[in-house]
């Protein structure tokens, strides 16, 4: 069964750090998605891409965050500097190209990021 | 701006059966799913609601009004294994259909 893969899985940084996260969608999923989720709380969308694309980025705090997706395949966010606020679950997800209907997302595992 | 309520917390037992409730107020409305999360782990879908009404898969339903705004996640013969939180996730209006989600409930089956 094809899956969302994500790298790292956990990270550990300290503050005033770069640190990046990778993500490799299911293959042929037009639409790719990275999440942020603290503890506790449900996902919260931080950058929706469409092919290589960024549809909407509204919530994504672009004085220390970055992200692509080159080629429409995989993609990259990064942090720098990284802040203690940071320290949370970052979980991308991807989904087929449907402009209505179930449009499910599937997740990645997520990467686990500890900033200390 | 979009608002999604669930509760935090519930508790029941092994072998019975528990409604999760959801209640939401989005600009427009294009569908809602609900995903079960252990913790550690990545969301699992497990429904999806467009029209008004029950959909049933196995031991897990899922109801929507979309008039009162509200959708609840029905669990039959619970299990330990269905320990988790089970979060409720709306597509607002627009063409982007993105998924706001609500913190999620953390339901405990005690045995």
């Known amino acids: 069964e094809a899956e969302v893969a994500q790298s790292p899985r956990y990270k550990i940084t300290e503050k005033s750090q770069a640190v990046a996260f990778w993500c490799d969608p299911i293959?042929?999923?037009?639409?790719l998605y990275w999440y942020r989720q603290i503890l506790g709380q449900g996902p919260e969308l931080l950058v929706q891409?469409?092919?290589?694309?960024?549809?909407?980025d509204s919530q994504l705090p672009k004085d220390r965050f970055s992200a692509e997706r080159l080629k429409g395949v995989d993609s990259t966010l990064k942090i720098q500097p990284a802040e203690l606020g940071d320290s949370a679950m970052y979980l991308c997800?991807?989904?087929?190209?449907?402009?209505?209907?179930?449009?499910?997302?599937?997740f990645g595992p997520g990467t686990r990021l500890t900033v200390t | 701006g979009q608002n999604i309520d669930q509760p935090t917390e519930m508790t029941a037992t092994e072998g019975a059966i528990v409604q999760i409730n959801c209640t939401y107020q989005t600009s427009g409305f294009n569908g809602l799913f609900w995903y079960q999360q252990h913790a550690g782990e990545a969301p699992t879908f497990l429904s999806y609601n467009v029209l008004d009404g029950l959909e049933e898969k196995g031991r897990f339903s899922s109801f929507l009004s979309r008039s009162k705004g509200y959708s609840y996640l029905l669990l039959k013969e619970l299990q330990m294994k269905d320990s988790a939180s089970y979060l409720c996730a709306v597509i607002p209006g627009g063409s982007a259909r993105q998924l706001t989600f609500g913190s999620g409930t953390q339901l405990t089956v005690l045995p």
């Open positions: 997800a991807s989904s087929p190209r449907r402009d209505r209907g179930l449009n499910e997302q599937y």
């Open positions: 891409f469409q092919d290589e694309s960024v549809v909407d």
């Open positions: 293959s042929g999923h037009a639409t």
